[in-house]
C-alpha cells in the first residue's frame, strides 16, 4: 500500500519556540492531507485539512496561528506548532489521500510526538 | 455532532479466543464507517469498512457489519492470534467531506500466547 512518512517521529522543545513536523507521501501525490492531535488514551482528534496550494481549513477551535500549515507540494505537508507551550504536547498523526477531494483511501503516518518543556 | 463510542480497553485475550469490540456511533445521514488498526511504532491502518446498512466489512479474519437499527459497527474475530495485538479505532465518515473521520477512543488489545 501507499506510505505515508512523518518526520521527526519525537521531538523535544523549550517553551516559547516552533516545531515543525513534516508529513510526506513517499510513493503518490496527495492533493489532500488531514492532521490530527491525539492525547493519551483518547481518540484522534481532526485538527485541519491541508489542501495543497490552497490555505488549510482547520476545524471549529484549533488556532490557525497557532497551528500553521503549509502544503506546498502535492507530497509534502508541514505543521508548525508555533511558540510552543507545555500544553500543546501531544502526539500529532497525519493522512493523505490518494484520490481526489472526496475520494481515495487514506493512509496514515506513524506519529510525531511533541513535548514541550 | 457525529461521535463514535467504543468499547474501553484495555482487552487481554488468550489466543485462539473469540475477540469482540463494541463500536457505536451517532450521525446525521448516512456515514461510512470503518475499523482502523495500528501496530506497535506503526501509524494506522485501514482494516476493514462498510458503507452502507448491513454491509459486513471483512479483513484478515476480522468481521464488523454496520447496523443501522443499533447504530453499531462492532468488531469480532473468531480466533485471535498474538500478532493481533494492537490499537483498534472505529471511525466514521459523513457529511460533505467524506474523508474526514470521526474517531472514537481506540481499544488496545493484548493477545497472550
Known amino acids: 500500500g501507499a506510505v505515508v512518512s512523518q518526520h521527526p517521529s519525537w521531538v523535544i522543545c523549550k517553551s516559547g519556540t516552533s516545531v515543525k513536523i513534516e508529513c510526506r507521501s513517499l510513493?503518490?501525490?496527495?492533493?489532500?492531507m488531514f492532521w490530527y492531535r491525539q492525547f493519551p488514551k483518547q481518540s484522534l482528534m481532526l485538527m485541519a485539512t491541508?489542501?495543497?496550494?490552497?490555505?488549510?481549513?482547520?476545524e471549529q477551535g484549533v488556532e490557525k496561528d497557532k497551528f500553521l500549515i503549509n502544503h506546498a507540494s502535492l507530497t509534502l505537508s508541514t505543521l508548525t506548532v508555533t511558540s510552543a507551550h507545555p500544553e500543546d504536547s501531544s502526539f500529532y498523526i497525519c493522512?493523505?489521500?490518494?484520490?481526489?477531494?472526496?475520494?481515495?483511501?487514506?493512509?496514515f503516518g506513524e506519529g510525531s510526538r511533541l513535548t514541550v518543556l | 455532532g457525529d461521535s463514535v463510542t467504543q468499547m474501553e480497553g484495555p482487552v487481554t485475550l488468550s489466543e485462539e479466543a473469540f475477540l469482540t469490540i463494541n463500536c457505536t456511533y451517532t450521525?446525521?445521514?448516512?456515514?461510512?464507517l470503518f475499523w482502523y488498526v495500528q501496530y506497535p511504532g506503526e501509524g494506522l491502518q485501514l482494516l476493514l469498512k462498510?458503507?452502507?446498512?448491513?454491509d459486513k466489512g471483512s479483513n484478515k479474519g476480522f468481521e464488523a457489519t454496520y447496523r443501522k437499527e443499533t447504530t453499531s459497527f462492532h468488531l469480532e474475530k473468531g480466533s485471535v492470534q498474538v500478532s493481533d495485538s494492537a490499537v483498534y479505532f472505529c471511525?466514521?465518515?459523513?457529511?460533505?467531506?467524506?474523508?474526514?473521520?470521526?474517531f472514537g477512543q481506540g481499544t488496545r488489545l493484548t493477545i497472550n500466547p
Open positions: 493522512s493523505a489521500s490518494n484520490g481526489g477531494a472526496n475520494t481515495g483511501e487514506l493512509f
Open positions: 510513493d503518490f501525490q496527495a492533493t489532500t
Open positions: 491541508s489542501n495543497e496550494g490552497s490555505k488549510a481549513t482547520y
Open positions: 450521525a446525521t445521514g448516512y456515514p461510512s
Open positions: 462498510a458503507t452502507k446498512a448491513d
Open positions: 471511525a466514521l465518515s459523513g457529511g460533505r467531506g467524506a474523508q474526514k473521520l470521526v
